[in-house]
T-cell receptor, first 114, second 112 residues
Framework: DAGVIQSPRHEVTEMGQEVTLRCKPI?????LFWYRQTMMRGLELLIY????????DSGMPEDRFSAKMPNASFSTLKIQPSEPRDSAVYFC????????????FGQGTRLTVV | DAKTTQPTSMDCAEGRAANLPCNHS???????VYWYRQIHSQGPQYIIH???NNETNEMASLIITEDRKSSTLILPHATLRDTAVYYC?????????????FGQGTTLQVKP
């Protein structure tokens, strides 16, 4: 398996524009997580899905953020409208939940909003 | 899930063992200790986990105290490529939420 695949790797956009980040989890994994990382706040869990259903979105900062998982092999994180403070690295991770959790992370999307 | 406390940073000489401590004094009986690391510009990577027994794999060893209130991650022969931020996380093993909450971690600098 190629691991968790995120696209794009880098995104530069202007304030007010819509941004869509994409994630393909590892095949067969039933959990998918979106994290945001900044110097100030570290790694923050934004939302996670189980079997394509959102379980906990309490980490989503504002209504400008939304996430979907239309099927087991694809998820999106959308920011509309984007703001400079949304600039961060966004990570997607997937896992199988057994007795313990080993999460596999993608390489991240570095978002810059100017 | 229990809170963890780690030193902000540590140095280690290349080829020596790196011992990274973690305090989790409020850990409960069904909570596991996980370690992840994040090398610069990459996503976090799983290292090892344990419940109460010491564990070893190809990457590291995990020593958990008998009262389970603290643990130590040991990299037996640190290399420059082990320079990274190391996260100690405590999570309920029986929980089906699966989520991992990261703290600030320990920045390990391996020096030649």
């Amino acid at each position: 398996d190629a691991g968790v695949i995120q696209s794009p790797r880098h995104e530069v956009t202007e304030m007010g524009q819509e941004v869509t980040l994409r994630c393909k989890p590892i095949s067969g994994h039933d959990y998918l997580f979106w994290y945001r990382q900044t110097m100030m706040r570290g790694l923050e869990l934004l939302i996670y899905f189980n079997n394509n259903v959102p379980i906990d979105d309490s980490g989503m900062p504002e209504d400008r953020f939304s996430a979907k998982m239309p099927n087991a092999s694809f998820s999106t994180l959308k920011i509309q409208p984007s703001e400079p403070r949304d600039s961060a690295v966004y990570f997607c991770a997937s896992s199988l939940v057994t007795e313990y959790t080993e999460a596999f992370f993608g390489q991240g999307t570095r978002l810059t909003v100017v | 899930d229990a809170k963890t406390t780690q030193p902000t940073s540590m140095d280690c000489a290349e080829g020596r063992a790196a011992n990274l401590p973690c305090n989790h004094s409020t850990i409960s009986g069904n909570e596991y200790v996980y370690w992840y690391r994040q090398i610069h510009s990459q996503g976090p990577q799983y290292i090892i986990h344990g419940l109460k027994n010491n564990e070893t794999n190809e990457m590291a060893s995990l020593i958990i105290t008998e009262d389970r209130k603290s643990s130590t991650l040991i990299l037996p022969h640190a290399t420059l490529r082990d320079t990274a931020v190391y996260y100690c996380i405590v999570r309920e093993g029986s929980s089906n939420t699966g989520k991992l909450i990261f703290g600030q971690g320990t920045t390990l600098q391996v020096k030649p």
